[in-house]
């Protein structure tokens, strides 16, 4: 299965997305392409008079331990055919230093697993381990021999399928935030 990497350095930490262009014939595969752009930006929330809590996305040049960072990865067919629905898979780590804000992921038409464990770094570069992401309702790890279903902190990897069609030129985007420890 043909797949395309793309590293961004942040802080001295790479986060790596992988697509994975699954299904595709060879002759169809010199025709599709897909680009990866990655871009990390600062939450700055704050409470308006009448109670309501209001964010908005700043420069992630200067960030303190504490602060909210969202990472969104935008994908382009830049290439000559459509992409068949299922045939973008993006998974990122969760950057070390870093722990997931629980429910952040998100992206129109995919749908999101995660992977809770130790070894979901390297495991991510994996495109066969699919059978270990899961809805975030259905991960659970161990803890001293007893399950117990996974708190943000365990969450090691994040897994977007885009379920549509991506024509020739056409973007989505998918996203996650972490908090910087």
Same mark, same amino acid.
């Given at each position: 299965?043909?797949?395309?990497?793309?590293?961004?350095?942040?802080?001295?930490?790479?986060?790596?997305?992988?697509?994975?262009?699954?299904?595709?014939?060879?002759?169809?595969?010199?025709?599709?392409?897909?680009?990866?752009?990655?871009?990390?930006?600062?939450?700055?929330? %704050?409470?308006?008079? =009448? *109670?309501?809590?209001?964010?908005? /996305?700043?420069? !992630?040049?200067? $960030? &303190?331990?504490?602060?909210?960072?969202?990472?969104?990865?935008?994908?382009?067919?830049?290439?000559?055919?459509?992409?068949?629905?299922?045939?973008?898979?993006?998974?990122?780590?969760?950057?070390?230093?870093?722990?997931?804000? %629980?429910?952040?992921? =998100? *992206?129109?038409?995919?749908?999101? /697993?995660?992977? !809770?464990?130790? $070894? &979901?770094?390297?495991?991510?570069?994996?495109?066969?381990?699919?059978?270990?992401?899961?809805?975030?309702?259905?991960?659970?790890?161990?803890?001293?021999?007893?399950?117990?279903?996974?708190?943000?902190?365990?969450?090691?990897?994040?897994?977007?399928?885009?379920?549509?069609?991506?024509?020739?030129?056409?973007?989505?985007?998918?996203?996650?935030?972490?908090?910087?420890?």
């Amino acid at each position: 299965m043909p797949v395309v990497s793309c590293e961004v350095g942040w802080l001295r930490q790479l986060s790596l997305a992988l697509l994975a262009v699954a299904g595709l014939g060879m002759p169809q595969w010199s025709l599709a392409e897909v680009r990866l752009s990655t871009t990390v930006h600062r939450v700055d929330g %704050w409470m308006e008079e =009448g *109670g309501e809590l209001k964010a908005r /996305l700043t420069d !992630a040049a200067l $960030v &303190a331990a504490g602060d909210e960072l969202r990472y969104a990865i935008a994908f382009t067919n830049t290439g000559l055919v459509p992409v068949d629905p299922g045939a973008i898979v993006i998974t990122n780590p969760i950057p070390e230093t870093t722990e997931y804000v %629980w429910d952040t992921a =998100g *992206g129109i038409n995919a749908r999101i /697993l995660y992977r !809770a464990d130790a $070894v &979901a770094e390297a495991a991510a570069t994996d495109a066969s381990t699919a059978e270990s992401f899961l809805p975030l309702a259905e991960l659970v790890v161990t803890e001293g021999g007893v399950l117990r279903s996974a708190a943000a902190a365990d969450v090691r990897a994040i897994r977007w399928v885009y379920e549509a069609v991506l024509p020739p030129g056409k973007s989505s985007e998918v996203w996650f935030h972490v908090r910087l420890q």
